[in-house]
């Protein structure tokens, strides 16, 4: 069966059909934007899933990527505020917020970015002495972030991170920093070495100090103790001394002879004590004690009486020879 003309219209018509179709939906992944242009102008953007657009007059202008990204910042040179030359490395981040903007508004998006951020690099560098450069990494991401993020805003992009990955001084500059460190090291050794002997010697001087506190305290209390000791001796002997006088007075000199033979036995002692004596001799006649003994009696009867001179006759008086050999 030969076709027709009319069989062909109808076919072209119904291939026309489907191709329209096919041409008017769009799929869009997830993250991802399309941007919809009419005769060459932008007319909208498409979200993730299923898109429509009328064929022949609409067609697909861009497919923007809007996660977030990372944009490899290539190594360059960069001059610090006291003229030191350093080489730098960074990256950053950046996700695309409008699709329009991003696609209209500059040429070249990434491309932008990295020569934006370079430049801002060497711009933040500048300001910085070497040392605040090493140190401050915190810092410097933090204000490249803020002048980046500004001014990639008009073009619909958010910069989310920017981070220095490598600081790279000169060589030169790098032994001197090196040598820098070993003496800041051998210093607070030196340092925490003196410290550690004054702590020493203070600990030391403090154990002297209580030592002899805790030594002033023993002789203090000795002393104390001694006094108190020779206090009593002197209240027994003041009592004695009373209780003999009192028995001398009643007429009792069986007590003034004790107390004599005690006077004269003590006094024989040290003499045979002494340092300069090594043998001492010293005869006790009875006879000379019984005279001083007898001295006594006259003077207690003149005073108390025949009865107190009877009582003494009664008394005891030593008689003996002592050699006392030192």
């Known amino acids: 069966m030969n076709p027709t003309g009319f069989d062909i219209v109808v076919v072209a018509l119904?291939?026309?059909?489907?191709?329209?179709?096919?041409?008017?939906?769009?799929?869009?992944?997830?993250?991802?934007n399309y941007t919809v242009e009419r005769f060459g102008r932008y007319?909208?953007?498409?979200?993730?899933?299923?898109?429509?657009?009328?064929?022949?007059?609409?067609?697909?202008?861009?497919?923007?990527?809007?996660?977030?990204?990372?944009?490899?910042?290539?190594?360059?040179?960069?001059?610090?505020?006291?003229?030191?030359?350093?080489?730098?490395?960074?990256?950053a981040f950046y996700q695309v917020l409008d699709a329009a903007k991003a696609c209209y508004e500059v040429a070249s998006l990434d491309q932008a970015l990295i020569v934006l951020t370079m430049t801002n690099i060497r711009t933040v560098v500048g300001s910085m002495d070497l040392d605040q450069l090493l140190s401050h990494r915190d810092e410097i991401n933090e204000r490249l972030l803020r002048v980046m993020d500004a001014a990639a805003s008009p073009w619909g992009v958010k910069v989310t991170r920017i981070e220095i990955r490598d600081i790279l001084p000169p060589a030169d500059i790098a032994g001197a920093m090196n040598?820098?460190?070993?003496?800041?090291?051998?210093k607070r050794a030196a340092v925490l070495e003196a410290e550690g002997l004054r702590q020493a010697e203070i600990l030391k001087a403090e154990g002297q100090k209580q030592s002899q506190i805790l030594a002033a305290e023993g002789r203090k209390e000795a002393a104390l103790r001694d006094a108190e000791a020779r206090e009593r001796l002197a209240q027994a002997e003041a009592n004695a001394t009373a209780m003999v006088s009192e028995a001398i007075s009643r007429g009792d000199i069986q007590a003034a002879n004790f107390l004599i033979a005690e006077r004269y036995t003590e006094a024989l002692k040290s003499m045979a004590s002494a340092h300069n004596s090594k043998v001492v001799i010293v005869p006790i006649e009875a006879a000379a004690l019984a005279g001083t003994v007898g001295g006594i009696a006259q003077l207690t009867k003149a005073v108390f009486g025949e009865d107190a001179a009877a009582s003494r006759r009664g008394g005891s008086v030593p008689s003996a020879g002592r050699s006392v050999e030192g």
């Open 14 to 32: 119904v291939a026309l059909v489907i191709l329209t179709i096919a041409l008017g939906v769009r799929t869009i992944p997830q993250g991802f």
């Open 43 to 91: 007319s909208r953007t498409l979200g993730a899933g299923l898109g429509l657009i009328i064929p022949y007059i609409e067609r697909i202008g861009h497919k923007v990527n809007v996660m977030e990204q990372v944009l490899d910042i290539p190594s360059q040179e960069a001059i610090t505020k006291d003229n030191a030359g350093v080489r730098i490395d960074a990256a």
């Open 179 to 186: 040598r820098q460190m070993k003496a800041e090291r051998e």
